[in-house]
């Protein structure tokens, strides 16, 4: 995908070098992207595991928060965070092996209320937001305000990491769904290829359980960067020319509730069609 190729040449060549205190690398960085996808948006500078960033937005909106579910959904993308973080490690707040605390999905679907603090016996405790807004469209409705939303200062000390893509707003014009989803900081090399996966999975996930045609997503990111362990690799990546290929995602029809998501729905309900790259580059991970 061309976007992506430009936003890592635009990094090598205008990005600034800054200390990243939470890992203690320094990253190469610039300031606010925007991406448009209105068809499949898949990496082919290098090969994407698309079934492993499927297993993992299954597991957001199904609001689980322990790697093992994540594990059992076919993703290994939260084991370094849940185990491996000595922050997190040392929170008296985790639950123990595994356990991310509350993020992302954890927020989609269980927000709390300040009465969840303050009003045991109120039936305002929490807020499903994902099924709020699930609800809305299936119904025809946008108010303008079909937000789920990750980020809750209130309750970054009970979770491993804040969360990069802190929000999703969808927008119903005309009988056709749009997703606006903002990041507050992107890994380049590592995360945005599934990045911009999810986020067209989601719109198309949506717009099917909900009875519309999917239109297009938008994606804004504020910091994006690479490492510094990362910096040779990409440079390496952003040397390859995109291979022009038109790869499909389809979801099965079988999906055609939240229900059905929150229970039936696996990686294996998506077929990838059409897909070339060139040979996969392991990027390391910083925690």
Known sequence: M????????????HGEWVDNERTGKKCKVVINVDLEYST?????????YVKSAV???????????????FRDLGT??????????????????RKGEDDMGRVYGAQG???????????????NKTIDQLKNIYDHLKEGKDNRGEIVSFYNPGEFHIGCLRPCMYDHQFSLLGGTLYLHSKQRSCDVPLGLNFNMVQCYLLLQLMAQITGHKAGTVYHKIV??????????????EAAREPIACT?????????????????????????????????????????
């Open 40 to 48: 499949l948006p898949i990496v082919t500078t290098r090969k994407s």
């Open 247 to 287: 790869p499909t995602l389809t979801i099965n029809p079988r999906i055609k509730t939240l229900e059905d998501v929150e229970t039936l729905f696996t990686k294996d309900d998506v077929t990838l069609e059409g897909y070339e790259s060139h040979p996969a580059i392991k990027y390391p991970f910083s925690t």
């Open 109 to 123: 679907r269980d927000w709390r209320t300040p009465d969840y603090y303050t009003a045991p016996d109120s039936d």
């Open 2 to 13: 061309q976007q992506y190729t430009d936003l890592m040449r635009r990094i090598i060549h």
């Open 223 to 236: 910091n994006a960067h690479c490492y510094e362990d990362q910096y040779e690799l990409m440079q390496e």
């Open 55 to 69: 297993a993992e937005m299954v597991g957001y909106l199904r609001g689980y928060t322990s790697a093992k579910d």
């Open 76 to 93: 290994r993308t939260w084991d370094a965070n849940a185990n491996e973080n000595d922050d997190w490690l040392n929170n008296p707040h």
